[in-house]
């Protein structure tokens, strides 16, 4: 199981992470995210 979760990353901290890094490393992806943003609004 560890051997496919992929390398750890910097979130600026653990019960208070920084949404700038968290928004960053959980959605890389530009096009997933204007679908959700489309969505969304």
Known sequence: ???VQGK???IG???LP???KLD???RPSAT???ALASVKA
């Open 1 to 3: 199981l560890a051997a």
């Open 8 to 10: 750890p990353a910097d």
């Open 13 to 15: 901290g653990y019960y």
């Open 18 to 20: 920084d949404v700038a």
């Open 24 to 26: 960053a490393i959980m």
């Open 32 to 34: 997933l995210n204007k």
